[in-house]
């Protein structure tokens, strides 16, 4: 997939990986329709420079996702819907119920999304990326427990830049599954073709650790 020319929907655009993907996109010569519930200055300063000089490639609107008519409504014939799920999707992690569970559904409304679009031809990809070094996750550093980030270290930890290069390389290739991050990779690769009781074994030596320190 070739962005350049195409015309590109981002939803929370506003800050973090969404931001960066519009300011990497704008680069690559898309053109942008960029959603959120609030933009910043910094967020329209960082568009404006990436087109070099004005807003002529770019559009930002408000938009809640939680809509499903307006999130339809911007869905195409031979268009590609990119879901933003996390590894905790894939791997539950200690002190995340709430929010693997919502990722993993994440990551099964993609698996289904993909066999219902496909006569619609409209395809779909599900990006599953580790910690990624935002605002957010620092200043969740400075609350959760010992046994929490142990895994996040397992995993690793990303430059939002760095994961949404890979992001893009993922969609760029029209993968159904993008998973940033070698070590986040690695994660996957155990879960997929190691056995579950190994992968036990693994996860309660790593929580084992972390609570004695």
Not at 6 to 25: F, P
Not at 46 to 68: H, I, Q
Not at 90 to 107: D, R
Request: hydrophobic share 45%.
């Amino acid at each position: 997939m070739d962005f350049k020319g195409k015309t590109v929907y981002i939803t929370g655009a506003g800050s973090g990986i969404g931001l960066e993907a519009g300011r990497q996109l704008l680069k690559e010569g898309a053109i942008l329709a960029v959603f959120d519930l609030k933009f910043r200055g910094e967020a329209l300063s960082t568009f404006r420079e990436a087109t070099g000089v004005s807003k002529e490639k770019f559009r930002t609107s408000k938009l809640d996702v939680a809509n499903p008519e307006a999130v339809e409504n911007l869905l195409r014939p031979g268009g590609r819907l990119a879901l933003i799920a996390s590894l905790a999707g894939i791997v539950g992690s200690y002190g995340y119920a709430a929010y693997a569970a919502s990722k993993f559904g994440v990551v099964g409304l993609a698996q289904v999304i993909r066999m219902e679009w496909k006569q619609k031809n409209l395809s779909v990809s599900v990006i599953c990326p580790p910690e990624v070094e935002m605002p957010m996750v620092v200043r969740e550093r400075e609350f959760r427990p010992k046994a929490t980030s142990a895994p996040k270290a397992f995993a690793g930890t990303l430059s939002v830049e760095k994961a949404v290069d890979e992001i893009l390389k993922g969609l760029r290739k029209e993968k159904l599954l993008i998973i940033p991050g070698f070590r986040a990779k690695l994660t996957n690769f155990l879960v997929r073709f190691v056995p579950t009781s190994l992968n036990h074994v693994i996860a309660d030596s790593i929580m084992t650790k972390a609570m004695k320190n």
